[in-house]
């Protein structure tokens, strides 16, 4: 969330740099709610004032005067009711349009957006080569009798999958490999968190106000919603909401293995084959918390943890860095993580890794102390990785022409064997 003040200040560029995303600023609605706003609050202190002047003349003032006086103060106190719910209303209106306003993208992040090609910056690994027509994960799956999308429908319809004997084990095996990983050798501290989370918690991080249909909702009571988390982020970041914390204790480095829910509202026709879109999957997440000047060295620090993954798999990927208009809405510099994929002959994501700076911090209320003075931190957020979309880089790209799967070295000591046969007999 953004301070009003400094978004209508003369010499701020944020106009400017917020179109860089597509995103047109009201100045002329947040103007007038800023203004309004101040001129509530200048209205009831100013009739506050006359009630304490009413009623310090009152002190020892004879009986009509009092009378007279009593009839001024009640009107008064109504005068006041009307612009404190006057300026409640205000505060809600210009709450609400600064909650739907996006991040600023740093200057860094490449001019553009989705239609242009993507800013590739490199490349890891070799592309496997096959003398034989690559299958897609899906029919790898089938005919291995490790994904079972047909009973997944059965069960809750389109976008969900039920992985089956070695495909479960390879599921465990990967979130229990990166985990170690992160932990281990990143210096990651792990959390088991809920899967369910307050309106406070999503508008934290941001999926609230502006993503509410892309979000799945459980009432609990009468008067108690709980959202379904979209990404362990939101849990993780919010884990210090409204907290100050001492300088001394960031950077803060934080990892969660959960499910993820996502409705993919305006989706429908695009990847709905396979595991590439679902409305439930799993995934690794990583947080990252620290003061402002260290946000660059962290994002480089997080992507270099992102890629280490993909690397001890032996996964083909590259890098790219997402250009402004293509960046989500919390963030304001983004890299992303690309696995190729045979069977599309393409490259697809797997991972985001971005820097939020303060814009999640602000809504959040997350501040860091140094001394006497206290500020807003940096968030940064990214898959390290998805368990679904990992899986299907791994099928595709450790295939066999006999229609087995070789399992990456480092899983083996995961899953307990190397090898998953056409048959999907493993050894």
Known sequence: MHDPHTLLSPESTAEQRLARRGYVLDRAALSALVRGRAEAIATRDNLRAELNAIS??????GEEARRAGG?????????????????????????????????????????????????????????????????????????????????????????FAVA???????????????????????????????????RETMTGTGQ?????????????????????????????VNLYRDETLPAADLPLALTAHTACFRSEAGSYGRDTRGLIRLHQFAKVELVRLCALEDAADQLQLL??????????????????????????????????LEVWLPSQDTFREISSVSDCGPFQARRAGIQVRRGAKREYLATLNGSGLPIGRTVVAILE???????????????????????IGADGRCD
């Open 303 to 336: 992507l270099t943890h992102a890629e280490e993954c993909l690397r001890r798999l032996g996964l083909h990927y590259r890098v790219i860095d997402l250009r402004a208009g293509d960046l989500g809405f919390s963030a304001r510099r983004t890299f992303d």
């Open 397 to 419: 790209q450790y295939q066999q022409a006999d229609g087995s799967i070789t399992v990456p070295a480092a899983l083996v000591p995961y899953t307990g064997f190397s090898r």
């Open 208 to 236: 609230l106000p502006k993503f509410e249909n892309d979000l799945f909702r459980t009432q609990v009571d009468e008067d108690r919603d709980l959202y379904l988390i979209p990404t362990a982020e939101v849990p993780l």
């Open 164 to 198: 089956v004997r070695a495909g479960a084990l390879l599921e465990r095996a990967l979130a229990g490999f990166l985990l170690d990983l992160h932990t281990k050798e990143h210096g990651y501290a792990e959390y088991s968190v809920p899967h369910l989370v307050t």
């Open 56 to 61: 310090r003349r009152m002190r020892g003032a």
């Open 71 to 159: 009839e001024a103060a009640r009107e008064l106190k109504e005068r006041i009711r009307k612009a404190e719910d006057s300026r409640r209303t205000l505060d809600a209106e210009l709450k609400d349009l600064l909650l739907r306003i996006p991040n600023i993208p740093l200057d860094e992040a490449p001019d553009g957006g989705p239609e242009d090609p993507p800013v590739e910056l490199r490349r890891w690994g070799q592309a496997p080569r096959f003398d034989f027509t690559p299958r897609d994960h899906v029919d790898l799956g089938a005919a291995t009798g490790i994904l079972d999308l047909g009973r997944a429908g059965k069960l809750s319809g389109a976008r």
